[in-house]
């Protein structure tokens, strides 16, 4: 399983491979040319934010991320929205990262003071901040 967030502050131009800087540990069947009946590998998208929800906020990120996904060979199977709440959060990312190779999170506004995401993720998983 592997995790990435996308600030909703990042400047998306087109779809690129991942950047030089970011590095991730593909399995080698990412790397080659797959056969006919190649695994699939899928990803899901957790929009995290009360501003997306209570519509103040449009999201832009979920067609771009699909789009980036799309062009590493990733199918994007789910997307879902879900309040600031640490209960919501953790349930999302249990329950998504059981059923998909990779997870992702973005935010309606990217990181601010009250953000709680990293913190109910660290819980989703087990782990300190």
Not at 80 to 102: C, F, G, Q, S, W
């Amino acid at each position: 399983m592997a995790f990435c967030n996308f600030s909703a502050s990042a400047s998306w131009q087109t779809p690129e491979p991942i950047a030089p800087a970011v590095q991730f540990a593909y399995p080698a069947a990412m790397t080659e040319t797959p056969p006919a009946a190649a695994r699939i590998w899928t990803a899901a998208l957790i929009v995290v934010g009360d501003e997306i929800l209570s519509g103040r906020t449009q999201d832009k990120n979920i067609a771009q991320v699909a789009t980036w996904l799309g062009v590493q060979g990733i199918r994007l199977k789910e997307v879902r929205v879900v309040p600031d709440d640490t209960a919501a959060i953790v349930e999302a990312v249990n329950t998504l990262r059981a059923r998909n190779d990779y997870l992702f999170t973005t935010g309606g506004i990217g990181p601010t003071h009250d953000d709680i995401t990293v913190d109910a993720v660290a819980a989703a998983l087990g782990v300190a901040v």
